[in-house]
């Protein structure tokens, strides 16, 4: 089962809206932020190996690097959403992938990235101290309630 373009594209601005909810619920300054980013640098460099065979997936990807080589400069990727708007929004992707035989993998593959960027960075000196704040713990509850995982 194909996705149109279209579809890829919807699916893959989930990763840019996952990752600036994440990161803007407990802003870890700026080593925290650059953790933070190498964490999604990281993932998504392993997504490739880890989540090899899942088309879906490697089709998101493809369309995330789209995204950011187009991205004019200064220009968020993705709208800014509270945890709130960004679940609601979420709400579209069991629509989106329909019964893709692919859809359960591409769920656990944007909680998974949601947890390596929660867990990237702490509250204290440097990004050090508590890895995922009570705010971004309730964030991966949800999100993992919403994707029945």
């Not at 971004?136 to 993992?144: G, H, P, T, V, Y």
């Given at each position: 089962?194909?996705?149109?373009?279209?579809?890829?594209?919807q699916l893959a601005q989930?990763?840019?809206?996952?990752?600036?909810?994440?990161?803007?619920?407990?802003?870890?300054?700026?080593?925290?932020?650059?953790?933070?980013?190498?964490?999604?640098?990281?993932?998504?460099?392993?997504?490739?190996?880890?989540?090899?065979?899942?088309?879906?997936?490697?089709?998101?990807?493809?369309?995330?690097?789209?995204?950011?080589?187009?991205?004019?400069?200064?220009?968020?990727?993705?709208?800014?959403?509270?945890?709130?708007?960004?679940?609601?929004?979420?709400?579209?992707?069991?629509?989106?992938?329909?019964?893709?035989?692919?859809?359960?993998?591409?769920?656990?593959?944007?909680?998974?990235?949601?947890?390596?960027?929660?867990?990237?960075?702490?509250?204290?000196?440097?990004?050090?101290?508590?890895?995922?704040?009570?705010?971004?713990q309730a964030f991966l509850?949800?999100?993992?309630?919403?994707?029945?995982?």
């Amino acid at each position: 089962m194909e996705l149109s373009a279209d579809v890829i594209k919807q699916l893959a601005q989930f990763i840019p809206q996952i990752v600036q909810t994440l990161t803007s619920l407990d802003p870890a300054g700026l080593f925290g932020r650059m953790r933070e980013i190498g964490a999604v640098g990281g993932f998504l460099k392993e997504a490739a190996d880890k989540f090899a065979g899942n088309n879906l997936i490697e089709q998101v990807i493809n369309a995330v690097d789209d995204l950011l080589r187009n991205a004019q400069g200064g220009q968020p990727i993705a709208e800014s959403l509270t945890p709130e708007g960004l679940m609601d929004k979420l709400s579209m992707v069991n629509g989106l992938l329909g019964d893709h035989p692919d859809g359960a993998g591409f769920k656990g593959f944007l909680y998974e990235l949601a947890e390596r960027v929660a867990g990237a960075a702490g509250s204290g000196l440097f990004g050090s101290g508590q890895k995922i704040s009570d705010r971004e713990q309730a964030f991966l509850n949800d999100l993992k309630s919403k994707f029945g995982l």
